[in-house]
């Protein structure tokens, strides 16, 4: 059964960093596109940043491009965000999700949607106070 674990979530002030991570269990970490999403009260689920797990392709939300990265540790089958700059928008329960990798193989992340990954955490909170 696939499961994917969100940790790391927490409340910082505003300039602050914070990384969370997502454990990946019950499937091979490879060939998948992995994302990371946020979803603040009253709004939609949005993408943040999105990593192809066999490697090289990278996509970053306008909004996050410069405070953000997100990483892998295949041997861990574990995916990482670090937020870096954080900001009171940043604020909102962060989720890890699973996809087929052509996901990741479109042209930025505004056009990645909710609909096209498979698997779901269950989200980790980060809050950000100015």
């Known amino acids: 059964q696939v499961q994917l674990v969100e940790s790391g979530g927490g409340s910082v002030q505003a300039g602050g960093s914070l990384r969370v991570s997502c454990a990946v269990y019950?499937?091979?970490?490879?060939?998948?596109?992995m994302g990371w999403f946020r979803q603040a009260p009253g709004k939609e689920r949005e993408g943040v940043a999105a990593?192809?797990?066999?490697?090289?392709?990278?996509l970053l939300g306008d909004s996050v491009k410069g405070r953000f990265t997100i990483s892998q540790d295949n041997a861990k089958n574990t995916l990482y965000l670090q937020m870096n700059s954080l900001k009171p928008e940043d604020t909102g329960m962060y989720y890890c999700?699973?996809?087929?990798?052509?996901?990741?193989?479109?042209?930025?992340?505004?056009?990645?949607?909710?609909?096209?990954?498979?698997?779901w955490g269950q989200g980790t909170q980060v809050t950000v106070s100015s």
């Open positions: 999700a699973a996809g087929a990798w052509t996901v990741c193989s479109q042209g930025s992340m505004s056009a990645v949607r909710v609909s096209d990954y498979n698997y």
């Open positions: 019950g499937y091979s970490y490879s060939n998948y596109c």
């Open positions: 990593i192809y797990t066999g490697g090289g392709r990278v």
